[in-house]
């Protein structure tokens, strides 16, 4: 069999965990997003904006070089977030996402941020990400 490089690799994420909170007593949840296998290139690019430098330049005020570190804290501590809405690019009304109603929650970038906001969800969309990754490589 032959490797086929291809442009978009669209795969199905299954993203399972147990959501605790307010009213949902420990429940377990699966739903499924369609996601992309980000290209090497894309990835990088994306780490590539995490950095910040390392030393301070001369000249540089401790006001900017306070500022520049925090920004990239800032950067770090929602990488997963912004990472993961590079690989999440829809979902359908039966994905079992759902509003506070418990109705069908279309996609759209304001509730990609909702869903991605929820730790449990977050860490699980991450680790199906890495499977799908994994298995993507391992068939090729």
């Known amino acids: 069999m032959a490797f086929r490089p291809v ?3 669209e795969v199905t994420l299954a993203i399972s965990a147990r959501h605790t909170g307010a009213g949902v007593n420990g429940a377990d949840h699966t739903v499924t997003v369609t996601g992309r296998i980000l290209r090497n290139s894309e990835a990088a690019a994306f780490l590539d ?3 910040a430098p390392a030393v301070r330049a001369e ?3 401790d006001a900017d070089w306070l500022a520049v570190q925090t920004a990239r804290a800032r950067r770090l501590a929602n990488s997963d977030a912004e990472f993961m ?3 999440i690019i829809g979902w359908d009304a039966d994905s079992g996402i759902e509003d506070e109603d418990g109705r069908p929650l279309p996609f759209s ?3 990609l941020d909702l ?3 929820h730790p449990w969800f977050l860490a699980a969309a991450v680790q199906a990400y890495n499977r799908a990754l994994s298995g993507a ?3 090729n």
Request: charged residues 30%; hydrophobic residues 45%.
């Open 7 to 9: 442009k978009n690799l």
């Open 109 to 111: 970038p304001a509730a």
């Open 115 to 117: 869903v991605l906001d």
């Open 59 to 61: 000249g540089v005020s």
């Open 85 to 87: 809405k590079r690989v």
């Open 137 to 139: 490589r391992a068939g």
């Open 49 to 51: 904006g995490l950095r």
